[in-house]
Nanobody
C-alpha cells in the first residue's frame, strides 16, 4: 500500500516562498507520474503541477514561472518549490501518484491518480 505524506506548508506573506515535500512509502514511485493539486475553501480541487516518470513537467497557468516541481527517486520524494506566492495560492495542497502514463493532458484530472496524501495547508497573507 502506497502512503504519501506531504509537509512544508505554513503561513507566509505574499511574495514569499515555500517548499512542499511529498514523501512516499510502501513501494518505489519512480515509475509513477506525480502531481500536486490544491483545494481552496469553497472551490473544487485543481491541478497545480505534475511530473512524469521521465521527468517531464507540467504546470497550471497559475503556477507557470512561479512553481517548480521536481522529484528525487532515490529518496522517493517529490517537491513543489513555490515562489512569489500570492494570497490566491492559499489552499490545502495534495500530492498524488499516478500509475498510468501521462499523455494528452490526462494528468490534469484528479480521477487518474491512484494514491493521495492527506494534504498540507498553505496560507498566504496579503
Amino acid at each position: 500500500q502506497v502512503q504519501l505524506v506531504e509537509s512544508g506548508g505554513g503561513l507566509v506573506q505574499a511574495g514569499g516562498s515555500l517548499r512542499l515535500s511529498c514523501a512516499a512509502s510502501g513501494r518505489p514511485l519512480s515509475s509513477d507520474g506525480m502531481g500536486w493539486f490544491r483545494q481552496a475553501p469553497g472551490k473544487e480541487r485543481e491541478f497545480v503541477a505534475g511530473i512524469s516518470r521521465l521527468g517531464i513537467t507540467y504546470y497550471a497557468d497559475s503556477a507557470k514561472g512561479r512553481f517548480t516541481i521536481s522529484r528525487d527517486n532515490a529518496k522517493n520524494t517529490v517537491y513543489l518549490q513555490m515562489n512569489s506566492l500570492k494570497p490566491e495560492d492559499t489552499a490545502v495542497y495534495y500530492c498524488a501518484a499516478c500509475s498510468s502514463p501521462f499523455y494528452s493532458g490526462n494528468y490534469l484530472h484528479d480521477y487518474l491518480y491512484d494514491h493521495w496524501g492527506q494534504g498540507t495547508q498553505v496560507t498566504v497573507s496579503s
